[in-house]
Each structure stands twice: as C-alpha cells, then as structure tokens.
C-alpha cells in the first residue's frame, strides 16, 4: 500500500538550515510527483514545492529563494532543505503523493524553530 | 501565483443540515479543484477532485460543483462525523489551498 513517512529534527534554531527526508513506498518516484506541505498550528496548509516525476522541481513563489527539494530513487527517498528559518516556519511538515493534488499524506513531522 | 478565496472560515450546523462551502479562484482553473477535510491532529483527507469526482471512500452527501473560477462543496445531511476543517486546493497551475472553513456543530 501506499505509504510516506517524514523524518527529521524537530528542532531548528533560528537562521539555521530545515533538512528533511520523506521515504515512499507502494508506489514509484519516477511515476508520481511528491509534494511537500506545511501547516502553522491552528492555520491553514501551504504547498511549498513538488519533485515531478521526471525528476524537475517547482517552489511557491513565496519560498523559492529559500527551499531546494531533490531526491533519491535508488532509496525511496525525496528531501527538503530550506535555509534561513524563522519562527514563522514553526509547523508540521507533511509529504504527499500527488494525482489530481495530494492524495496521500504522510504523518507529518512537527518542526519548532526556536533558540 | 493564483489564489484561493474561501468562504465562509467557520459554519454552525445542526445534524441533518446541508451546508456549503465556496471557493473562488483568482483566474480560470479549468475544475481542477480538490476538497479536503481534516480532523484535529491529522493529515488533510481527499474528498472530491476534479470539482466532483468523488474519492473512493467518500460519503455521497458530499459532493462539488462549478467552473471557471467559481466552485462549490456541499454536505448534506451533515453527520457527526463530519465536524472537521475544510480546504479547497486548485492544481490547474501548482498548488494553491484555500484559508479553509471550520465546520461546527450547533
């Protein structure tokens, strides 16, 4: 079946670097396109940025200065990294397979940036 | 970047009521429109792509209308199950959601 799972600190001091890792299974990378998306506690969620499934990327606007995403077929695996935190970044980060938007989620991982 | 506005945030409803939900989007989505529910703690469910198609597993007292820049997301019948958050997300060009709406029982 169809599964996703983040993974990564749950703690980032502020300017520092976010570095996560999604790992898929049930389903290929080089067949779908995985997303990442954030939600503030209490708010609404952002879509931040997608690996396709040929291997491009695309960035909210909003982001882009500051998000890379890439990944790894070989392991399942696809990464984020965004760069100058603050604590407006504080969320829970969730992975999802795309068809017609996300259709799967992972669990999310919950990200607190703070000193 | 297109944008999402959602109305109304937050609806007070009695079992049994039909309730509905409005996105409109800044430009033409051409019904590539999705609609989400999600309960405390959890991740965003997929309820309807494509402005109507229902996703296996979804109830048919939901159910989703519209075009161009206009939609809709309806429940009928609303069920104690159903007291959640809603989102509309337009995937015609990336990914937009909308603020959500917080469904309430009254």
């Known amino acids: 079946q169809v599964q996703l799972k983040e993974s990564g600190p749950g703690l980032v001091q502020p300017s520092e670097t976010l570095s996560l890792t999604c790992t898929v299974s049930?389903?290929?990378?080089?067949?779908?396109?995985v997303s990442w998306v954030r939600q503030p506690s209490g708010k609404g969620p952002e879509w931040m940025g997608r690996?396709?499934?040929?291997?491009?990327?695309a960035y909210n606007s909003a982001l882009k200065s500051r998000l890379s995403i890439s990944r790894d077929t070989s392991k399942n695996q696809v990464f984020l990294k965004m760069n100058s935190l603050q604590t407006d970044d504080t969320g829970t980060y969730y992975c999802?397979?795309?068809?017609?938007?996300?259709?799967?989620w992972g669990q999310g991982v919950m990200v607190t940036v703070s000193s | 970047d297109i944008q999402m506005t959602q109305s109304p945030p937050s609806l007070s409803a009695s079992l049994g009521d039909k309730v509905t939900i409005t996105c409109q989007a800044s430009?033409?989505?051409?019904?590539?429109i999705a609609w989400y529910q999600q309960k405390p703690g959890k991740a965003p469910r997929q309820l309807i792509r494509?402005?109507?198609t229902l996703v296996s597993g979804t109830p048919s007292r939901f159910s989703g209308s519209g075009s161009g820049r206009d939609y809709s997301f309806s429940i009928s019948n609303v069920e104690s199950e159903d007291i959640a958050s809603y989102y509309c997300?337009?995937?015609?060009?990336?990914?937009?959601f909308g603020a959500g709406t917080k469904l309430e029982l009254k």
């Open positions: 494509y402005t109507s």
């Open positions: 690996m396709w499934y040929d291997g491009d990327t």
């Open positions: 999802t397979r795309d068809r017609a938007g996300p259709d799967y």
């Open positions: 997300l337009q995937y015609d060009n990336l990914n937009t």
């Open positions: 049930g389903f290929s990378l080089t067949s779908y396109s």
């Open positions: 430009q033409n989505i051409n019904k590539y």
